[in-house]
């Protein structure tokens, strides 16, 4: 009976053909990754100076084992496998990571520094920004609230976009004003055809029923108060 050959760099995969063999193929070993601190800890100063590390940084680095990254509490820096600072600015002013070979996936840079550090994230629960700096990920700056705590966070922040903030938005401050200042001379179907919009848009407009911040403002002004009403039977 003839032994099956070892695998040897001519033939990698160990098959009498030096073809790959069929199946699952095994999985490459990894460093584990206190191993690569402890590694960069080693190294010569003048080496990890060359790659922007100080040995103060290589012992605040936490490893983040589902997302195969570190993070730096005190900066929100994350770094790759092999210590790489990673993750850009988007659109909308967070920092994500994006998924390659090192990493698993893309993910959000400042979920990833609170987990480093708190452990995973409650179920139900957000990381709010408390300085409203998406991209300040220092877990200083973090805190996890709930959907409705981090809705009315932002509210209080002045953060919701309204009006002319909105980008799709068609309508301006000053087009409202005209709009409602016509009521009587120009219809609702005269305007939306003018400014290419829906007919119901400006008619919630000119009610009040959107735009309220815009002054003045005809559902404000028709609102009854309590005590308001003089004469008005118990």
């Known amino acids: 009976m003839s032994r099956r050959p070892t695998a040897t760099p001519a033939n990698p995969y160990g098959s009498r053909t030096g073809a790959r063999r069929s199946g699952p193929r095994p999985r490459r070993a990894t ?18 100076k060359a790659s922007g590390l100080t040995v103060h940084t290589l012992r605040r680095l936490l490893p983040h084992r589902g ?5 730096d509490p005190k900066t929100g820096q994350v770094y790759s496998p092999r210590l790489n600072p990673i993750g850009g600015v ?4 967070y920092v994500r990571i994006s998924g390659g070979r090192s990493v698993r996936r893309e993910q959000y840079a400042h979920r990833v520094v609170y987990e480093a550090v708190h452990g995973s994230i409650p179920a139900g629960m957000e990381i709010d920004h408390r300085n409203t700096r998406r991209a300040d990920n220092r877990v200083a700056n973090l805190q996890a609230v709930t959907a409705e705590q ?11 976009a ?5 980008r799709t ?12 200042a016509t ?5 609702g179907v005269e305007w939306a055809r003018r400014l290419g919009v829906d007919r119901s848009s400006i008619n919630s407009a000119r009610r009040g029923d959107t735009w309220r911040h815009v002054k003045p403002c005809p559902r404000l002004r028709t609102r009854h108060r309590p005590g308001s009403q003089k004469g008005k039977r118990p």
């Open 162 to 166: 309204r009006g002319d903030r909105i």
């Open 31 to 48: 460093t584990p990754p206190a191993q690569v601190v402890d590694d960069a800890l080693a190294l010569p100063e003048e080496l990890r």
């Open 183 to 187: 009521s009587g001379s120009i219809t």
């Open 90 to 93: 988007c659109a909308d002013g």
């Open 169 to 180: 938005s068609k309508l301006t401050e000053e087009l409202v004003r005209q709009i409602r």
């Open 67 to 71: 997302a195969n990254v570190y993070a």
């Open 150 to 160: 981090n809705r009315a966070l932002t509210r209080a922040r002045g953060r919701v």
